[in-house]
């Protein structure tokens, strides 16, 4: 990987920010670094998450064989969606000091599988790109989601009822996916390519970013029970590495690759007693990258091509904490 753990800008869970920063406004016009009457400040919350999008990697272009021989070919000649259509739990955890710094932490694990097929695509027509020659579907039969982000804030301006903040954070996430072909065929009318599955597993996929970020927010004091929460993360340094492993032909091909990312997070908190709270939240996500993925057959080197991804995740959730 080009960047270890260099990251994603990443969707820091609004939960953490609306949960952790909702720390009693000061009076008006106080100055940030004054201390409250709770210098040290922790909460917690648990709830749910419902994602959808996809991620979608291509290959094409550049292709240098196992020979050491050059072919450039049009991009792209495969194309396959994995699914992300899931709900997931979630844990939020943060720490406060003063009225100026928190660190917040949120892990994410899935507790579905998605119901949307994996699509696969090949254009194999070298004079005529544009003519989709294979089309593939398979339902997905196992499927793992972890995410880990973690953030440090710094409030640098704050006057009720309003306060605005910067940070870094680092973000980890991860998608295992195992499927089984549903069938396949040729639009363009190839022969040879028509198959229905008999139920075994086909394909696994298995994909990793790891990424650090930078973010800047605000938070608004609505009533004293009520406040809104916005960020915007952005990172220009993520790394992606994964693994398609096509499992009749006993093809392997894995990606290395690197890129950027952009996450978009607004939440809203109502205390419904002096320490207890529910949040509502919505987050998006962006990531592309590329490099280069080898292939192998077999175990043995068939070379290497260039490759894009793009992943695409909207969410949004519900949580009950707490916070003294």
């Known amino acids: 990987m080009k960047y270890t753990c260099i990251g994603k800008a990443a969707a820091l869970t609004l939960g953490l920010i609306s949960s952790g920063l909702l720390f009693n406004a000061n009076e008006a016009g106080a100055e940030v670094g004054m201390a409250d009457d709770h210098p040290i400040g922790f909460y917690f919350d648990i709830g749910v998450e419902t994602m959808s999008g996809d991620t979608t990697y ?29 709900w997931l739990t979630r844990f939020d955890a943060g720490l406060t000091f003063g009225s100026a710094f928190r660190f917040n ?25 544009g003519q989709l020659d294979v089309y593939s579907d398979s339902a997905i ?43 396949q065929f040729s639009p363009s ?3 040879g390519y028509y198959y229905e599955g008999d139920g075994t597993i086909g394909i696994t996929y298995d994909i990793t970013y790891d990424m650090f970020y930078f973010l800047i927010g605000s938070d608004f004091q609505i009533t004293p029970q009520i406040s809104l929460s916005g960020m915007i993360s952005y990172s220009p340094f993520v790394g992606a590495e994964d693994e398609d492993h096509h499992l009749l032909r006993d093809k392997v091909s894995r990606g ?6 952009f996450m978009l997070d607004l939440s809203g908190r109502y205390n419904f007693l002096p320490t207890w709270y529910l ?36 969410s949004g959730y519900m949580t009950v904490g707490f916070s003294f």
């Open 141 to 183: 039969t196992s499927f793992d989601a972890f995410i880990f982000d973690i953030d440090a804030e710094w409030v640098f301006y704050e006057a009720k009822p309003i306060q605005f903040y910067t940070g870094v954070g680092y973000m980890y996430q991860n998608f295992d996916y195992q499927a089984q072909l549903i069938q």
């Open 279 to 314: 949040e509502a939240g919505f987050q998006y996500t962006s990531i592309e990258v590329d490099g280069t993925q080898r292939q192998t057959l077999e175990g043995i080197a068939l070379g290497q091509i260039y490759m894009e991804s793009e992943t695409s995740q909207t």
């Open 256 to 261: 290395d690759m690197d890129g950027s990312a």
């Open 58 to 86: 291509a290959i094409g272009g550049d292709i240098m064989y196992g020979d050491g021989s050059f072919e450039s070919v049009h991009f792209p000649i495969s194309e396959l969606a994995w699914p992300m259509d899931i």
């Open 189 to 191: 009318g190839r022969d």
């Open 105 to 129: 932490g949120t892990v994410k694990t899935n507790i579905s599988e998605p119901d949307d097929p994996m699509v696969d695509k090949d254009w194999l027509t070298l004079g005529s790109p």
